[in-house]
Nanobody, 112 residues
Framework: QVQLVESGGGLVQPGGSLRLSCAAS????????MSWYRQAPGKERELVAS????????NYADSVKGRFTISRDNAKNTLYLQMNSLKPEDTAVYYC?????WGQGIQVTVSS
């Protein structure tokens, strides 16, 4: 059984930065591509960024391109999302996803 645990969320002012982490249990981490999703109140869950198995390929939602960077460390079984130049519209619960597994989600709030 795989468990995904997010950390690093919180409250930040507009223009600030946060780095989310997603720690995975189990030995299958380097087998799958991974993604970050987010869900804002009253909205559907949306894909934010994805990364291939060894990190060679990444994709981003248009709304975060140039501001967010997804990366992974397979030796540490950890996925990251570096978020810069944060905007109030980035406020959401952020989830990491691998294959059929999801983390519990972590709140990111961008507000002055």
């Amino acid at each position: 059984q795989v468990q995904l645990v997010e950390s690093g969320g919180g409250l930040v002012q507009p223009g600030g930065s946060l780095r989310l982490s997603c720690a995975a249990s189990g030995s299958t981490f380097s087998t799958y591509g991974m993604s970050w999703y987010r869900q804002a109140p009253g909205k559907e869950r949306e894909l934010v960024a994805s990364i291939s198995t060894f990190g060679g390929n990444t994709n981003y939602a248009d709304s975060v391109k140039g501001r967010f960077t997804i990366s992974r460390d397979n030796a540490k079984n950890t996925l990251y999302l570096q978020m810069n130049s944060l905007k109030p519209e980035d406020t959401a619960v952020y989830y990491c996803q691998m294959y059929v597994y999801w983390g519990q989600g972590i709140q990111v709030t961008v507000s002055s």
